[in-house]
């Protein structure tokens, strides 16, 4: 893997503005924890009959051979994750359940090991690492404790009250197919496979071959846990040749990533007629209104902007500042970016980390070289940092960026963000709401019922009222997903769970049948349903 050529420099943005969090003395390197037999004590589940490795975006450098997987591979995952997934079902919620609760309390046990791999697979700081250790445990508390209560039965009134004894049952769809990102190796894998495994599935799972280690070590420590390690079986290849393949066999698909992959995913689910769940794309905006507290407003936005460089989905590319206070926020906004250390050691410390490949960082340098070559003005970074590592960049914030632009429009994935002014709050909300995608956004105001009323106006799957995308997500009882080209479905919440599960009713008549009786004729049996049907509604009954 080469490494990048940093983007062009000019007198209007000087090279080298954010400072270097210094390495601690003796910290960890690669070698020290990647070792080979740390990788063949994770690779060993891995159905693969080919070879493949990863890298670190920290050094470029390879980390690990992997087991890479055929389309013939992937066919023998699913036939031994359906050969166990029927013992698995049968086994009671609660027993189920406390496989997370264990796994909940061994994750944070040992969170050090995999803190160390996040970091030397993503590039991102220790902290931003630790929010993935904090996601996968409040889910796999939130199903552990409550998945019993999700999944129970449920009495609904039959059609002839007292006659008609209905219930709905939750059937598990059988074999999940799995396909997750490099962005979030933790949460976005066992994360999201969690309320699958409690609900009586069993994963199919494909990380991203460059995060692949994560996933991996996730899938050790829940076998540890108590899942039946044929439950979860993983497959590692590149996405266009694996990605399909579980598309065609999965009872039910959880794909997390970009819009045009997206698509297809769904294409190939909507041929068979099996579920899917898509959480996809977002230019996600964020509105200060003239009454926020700027100060805790520019703190904000560093978060919800450059969060793990800004390589997550509901991060915020677009920021509309009302122009009463414009001119504030923008100047401790830039002063506070300018002040982020970036870093690459495995501790903490640093602010922000790496791009996460070549790739990422080639998309961030035409995004913001085309902005600058059109007339955009770089408030802060705009440059690359190879001193730092090969793929770091800075955090970057422009001004006057036009609709010819490409970054306007299009999602950038990366440490940048563009500033807007408005007048009124109607123009922000029609302003935020111009885009095909409908992921996440933030609102600030010390009011708070305007703060949620604005919010509330935002087609967004979440939106947050003074944080950038945190308290939407960590909220693990609600829904979190997208809107518009933003996706299908929700993680989180009832219906988290409950899209890896059938509907079943079960109707048992009693005493009565439904059709004529006691020598009823048709006619008569015809009038004596409609007088029951109003007085039915008379009595009020549903």
Excluded at 259 to 279: C, I, K
Excluded at 302 to 313: H, I, K, N, P
Excluded at 407 to 424: D, K, M, N, Q
Aim: glycine share 10%.
């Amino acid at each position: 893997m080469t490494q990048a050529t940093a983007p062009r420099q000019d007198s209007t943005t000087p090279a080298g503005t954010n400072p270097v969090a210094p390495a601690p003395a003796g910290a960890r390197t690669a070698a020290d924890v990647v070792t080979p037999e740390l990788v063949a004590q994770l690779t060993k589940g891995v159905v693969g009959s080919g070879r493949t490795w990863n890298h670190s975006p920290l050094t470029g450098e390879k980390l690990a051979d992997l087991p890479e997987s055929t389309p013939e591979d992937v066919e023998t995952a699913f036939a031994r994750a359906r050969a166990a997934q029927p013992l698995w079902a049968a086994a009671p919620v609660r027993r189920r359940a406390a496989v997370l609760l264990r796994f909940h309390d061994l994750l944070l046990e040992r969170q050090a090991e995999v803190l160390d791999l996040i970091q030397l697979e993503t590039g991102k700081t220790r902290l931003h690492a630790h929010e993935e250790i904090q996601a996968v445990a409040m889910a796999a508390r939130h199903y552990g404790r409550r998945a019993s209560a999700y999944l129970a039965p449920k009495r609904h009134t039959g059609a002839v009250p007292l006659l008609t004894h209905v219930s709905e049952r939750r059937q598990p769809r059988g074999v999940v197919g799995q396909i997750a990102p490099w962005n979030y190796p933790l949460e976005l894998t066992i994360g999201d496979a969690l309320p699958a495994f409690v609900s009586g599935n069993a994963v199919v799972m494909k990380p991203d071959t460059e995060t692949a280690l994560t996933g991996l070590w996730a899938r050790d420590l829940i076998i540890e846990a108590g899942l039946p390690a044929e439950v979860f079986q993983v497959v590692i290849g590149d996405g266009p040749v694996v990605g399909p393949e579980l598309v065609k066999r999965g009872d039910y698909v959880s794909f997390t990533g970009s819009t045009r992959v997206g698509r297809e995913v769904a294409q190939g689910a909507a041929a068979r007629l099996v579920g899917v769940s898509l959480e996809l794309g977002g230019k996600n905006p964020m509105i200060v209104l003239d009454d926020a507290d700027i100060e805790k407003a520019a703190e904000g936005a560093v978060r919800a902007c450059f969060s793990t460089a800004g390589q997550l989905c509901i991060a915020i590319e677009r920021l509309y500042v009302h122009q009463a206070v414009a001119d504030r926020f923008v100047a401790r906004f830039v002063a506070k970016t300018k002040e982020m250390r970036l870093g690459n050691s495995l501790a903490y410390g640093a602010e922000m980390g790496s791009l996460a490949s070549e790739r990422q960082l080639k998309t961030v340098t035409q995004h913001v070289d085309d902005a600058v070559a059109k007339g955009a003005k770089v408030l802060a970074g705009g440059v690359a940092r190879p001193d730092v590592g090969p793929y770091f960049y800075e955090p970057t914030i422009l001004d006057g960026v036009g609709d010819e632009m490409t970054l306007c429009a299009e999602e950038t994935f990366g440490p940048v963000v563009s500033i807007y002014r408005f007048a009124t709050d109607d123009e922000a909300v029609e302003l935020a709401n111009a885009t095909p995608y409908g992921l996440n956004s933030s609102v600030w105001s010390k009011n708070a019922r305007r703060g949620r009323a604005v919010a509330a106006r935002l087609h967004t799957g979440t939106a947050n009222v003074n944080e950038g995308f945190a308290p939407g997500y960590a909220s693990v009882q609600s829904p979190m997903g997208g809107m518009k080209d933003s996706g299908l479905g929700r993680r989180h919440g009832a219906e988290g769970i409950l899209k890896y599960t059938e509907a079943q009713t079960v109707a048992h008549q009693r005493v009565l049948p439904l059709g004529p009786s006691f020598g009823m004729d048709d006619e008569k049996y015809a009038a004596f349903m409609s007088l029951s049907l109003k007085t039915l509604k008379k009595l009020r009954l549903r």
